[in-house]
C-alpha cells in the first residue's frame, strides 16, 4: 500500500518532453512585446512601414515554464507593434522556443518506453550533446528505476488477476452454503479430485451397505446353495457387493447380480442409490460444463495495449489506450470502465490506502458503450473533473499509482456476461505519443492488422499539465483582449 504514495520530489527538469532552452519572459507583457518585434520585422522584410507607436504597458503576472505555454502561430499574428529590425524570427529561432512551433524531439526512453515500438513523427537531426547527456542520464537512473520496478506490487496484473489473498476468515461456513460457486471456483486438479471422489465415495458407500446386508442374512454363508433365496443373487463378497454398486448407479446392468424380491431392504437401497446417483450427475456434470464454458476464458481474446499515452486530442490534453477483440463473434453491448487505484491521506490525517476514484471515459456522453468490431482508441478527457488534473510530464515520474480498466460485454455465443481486466502503472504512460492506425482498406472490407496495435509515434505535446495549459489560455485571451482593444483606438485616432 505504501508503494501507491507520491515518490519523494527529485530534480526532473532534465526529464521534460522538449529539450531545455531558455526559458519565455516573466510577464504577459514580454510575450505581448516580443510578438510585436516578431510582426514588425516581418513586416520591414516586406517593405511595409508601419508607424512607431509607443510600447503596451506591462503587467505583472507569472506564467508556467515554456514547456507549458502552448503560444500559436494565429495568436502571435494578431499582436502587432512596430518594428525593431534587429530583432527578426532568424534571429530569435536560435534563442527561443515554443512547443507549438518546434518539432518533435524523441523523449528520453525509459524501461517502459523501450519495449514499445515506436516512431519518431519528424525526421529532426539531434545535437550530439544531447545525445550524449541522455546517454548519461539513463546511466545513471537506470538500475535506480529498476530496482523501484522491481519493489512495486501491482494491485491488478496484465492478464486481469486481482492481486488480493484474503486471510483471517472466521465463518467458512459461508462457502458450504454455495457450494456450486465453491466448486466452479476450484482449480481444474481440485475440481477433478473432487468430481472423482464424489462418484467413487458413493460406489463404496453403496457396495459397503449391499455387503452387509448380504451377510447379515446369511447370503455369504449360503453361496452355491440352489435352494437358498438370496436378497441380492451372486453377491457373495465385498468386490462382488462393488461391482453391483457400479452397474446399479451407472445402470449397467449386466445381468448376472441383481435385486430380488426376497428382501425390501434390497428394494430401498437401490431407490436411494438411483436418487443419489442422479443429484450427484446433475450436479458434477453442470458443474463441469459450467467450468469449461466460463467467460473467463473468451476474456483471453480481448487485449489491451501494453502502454497507455498522454497526447492532445481536439486542442485537450486526453489519456487513450486502446482495446481490441481477436474473434469474429463480437460481444453484445460492450462497456468499458477505469479506476484510479492510489493512497492519499485525509486533511484529518486519515491514511487511506489504495483509494478507488472514478475515471471518465465518456460516462455522460455514452461513449464507454463499444462497439467492439475493430481496435479502438479509448480516451480520458484530462480536465478539471479528473485526477490527473494537476499531472504534468515531470510530476508523472514522482507519482504511483495504477489504472484499472474493466472491459464487460455479453458474449454472443452463449449469452453469459465477459469481463476483461488489465492495469497500467505511472511508468506505462508515455507522454507525448500516440497510437498508430492498424485498419487498412481492402477490397469489400477493412482489414485489421494487429502487429502494429502496440505501435506508437511521438507528437508535439506541451510537458505541463492541463491546468496549466487552461490557465495560459485565459491569460492569452485576456493579452488577446487587451491588444484589440488598444489596436482599435489606436485606428480610431489615425481617423481623420
Known amino acids: 500500500m505504501l508503494a501507491y504514495l507520491p515518490r519523494p520530489p527529485t530534480d526532473t527538469s532534465r526529464y521534460g518532453t522538449f529539450p531545455q532552452k531558455p526559458k519565455l519572459p516573466a510577464t504577459p507583457g514580454a510575450l505581448v512585446e516580443d510578438g510585436w518585434h516578431q510582426v514588425s520585422a516581418a513586416a520591414t522584410r516586406r517593405g511595409v512601414p508601419m508607424p512607431n507607436y509607443p510600447s503596451l504597458p506591462r503587467r505583472g503576472g507569472i506564467i508556467p515554464s515554456e514547456p507549458s505555454s502552448p503560444t500559436s502561430r494565429s495568436s502571435l499574428s494578431t499582436r502587432r507593434r512596430p518594428g525593431d529590425p534587429s530583432r527578426c524570427p532568424a534571429a530569435m529561432a536560435g534563442t527561443r522556443w515554443s512547443p507549438l512551433q518546434a518539432l518533435s524531439v524523441p523523449n528520453i526512453p525509459s524501461s517502459a518506453r523501450g519495449k514499445t515500438p515506436t516512431r519518431s513523427s519528424a525526421a529532426v537531426p539531434v545535437p550530439e550533446g544531447l545525445q550524449g547527456r541522455r546517454r548519461k542520464l539513463l546511466e545513471e537512473d537506470g538500475p535506480v528505476l529498476q530496482a523501484g520496478k522491481r519493489q512495486r506490487q501491482r494491485y491488478v496484473t496484465k492478464v486481469g488477476k486481482c492481486q488480493v489473498n484474503l486471510g483471517n476468515i472466521q465463518e467458512k461456513k459461508r462457502f458450504l452454503s454455495d457450494i456450486f460457486t465453491t466448486i466452479v471456483d476450484l482449480k481444474y486438479r481440485w475440481f477433478l479430485f473432487v468430481f472423482m471422489m464424489c462418484y467413487i465415495v458413493t460406489w463404496v458407500v453403496f457396495g459397503t451397505v449391499y455387503f452387509f446386508d448380504a451377510w447379515a442374512r446369511g447370503d455369504v454363508g449360503h453361496r452355491g446353495d440352489p435352494e437358498w433365496r438370496a436378497c441380492i443373487e451372486n453377491v457373495d463378497g465385498f468386490i462382488s457387493a462393488l461391482l453391483f454398486s457400479v452397474e446399479s448407479q451407472r445402470t449397467i446392468g449386466y445381468g448376472s447380480r441383481m435385486v430380488t424380491a426376497n428382501c425390501a431392504e434390497g428394494v430401498i437401497l437401490l431407490m436411494a442409490q438411483s436418487i443419489v446417483g442422479s443429484m450427484i450427475d446433475a450436479l458434477m456434470v453442470g458443474c463441469m460444463f459450467v467450468k469449461i464454458s466460463r467467460p473467463k476464458k473468451r476474456a483471453q481474446t480481448l487485449i489491451f495495449s501494453k502502454n497507455c499515452v498522454v497526447s492532445r486530442r481536439d486542442e485537450k490534453l486526453c489519456l487513450m489506450f486502446r482495446v481490441g477483440d481477436l474473434r469474429d463473434s463480437h460481444m453484445v453491448d460492450a462497456k468499458i470502465r477505469a479506476k484510479l487505484i492510489k493512497s492519499r491521506q485525509t486533511a484529518e490525517g486519515e491514511f487511506i490506502p489504495l483509494e478507488q476514484s472514478e475515471l ?113 489560455q485565459e491569460l492569452e485571451r485576456q493579452e488577446h483582449s487587451t491588444l484589440s482593444l488598444y489596436w482599435d483606438h489606436l485606428l480610431q485616432a489615425c481617423v481623420p
Open 360 to 472: 471518465n471515459l465518456g460516462y455522460d456522453t455514452g461513449e464507454d458503450r463499444l462497439f467492439l468490431v475493430e481496435p479502438q482508441i479509448i480516451c480520458h478527457v484530462i480536465n478539471r473533473r479528473s485526477p490527473f488534473w494537476d499531472l504534468s510530464a515531470e510530476s508523472l515520474r514522482r507519482e504511483q499509482f495504477e489504472i484499472i480498466i474493466i472491459l464487460e460485454g455479453i458474449v454472443e455465443a452463449t449469452g453469459m456476461t465477459c469481463q476483461a481486466r488489465t492495469s497500467y502503472t505511472e511508468d506505462e504512460i508515455l507522454w507525448g505519443y500516440r497510437f498508430e492506425p492498424c485498419m487498412s482498406l481492402e477490397k469489400g472490407a477493412f482489414r485489421v492488422d494487429y502487429s502494429r496495435f502496440e505501435m506508437t509515434f511521438e507528437v508535439q505535446t506541451p510537458a505541463a499539465s492541463a491546468k496549466e495549459l487552461q490557465e495560459l
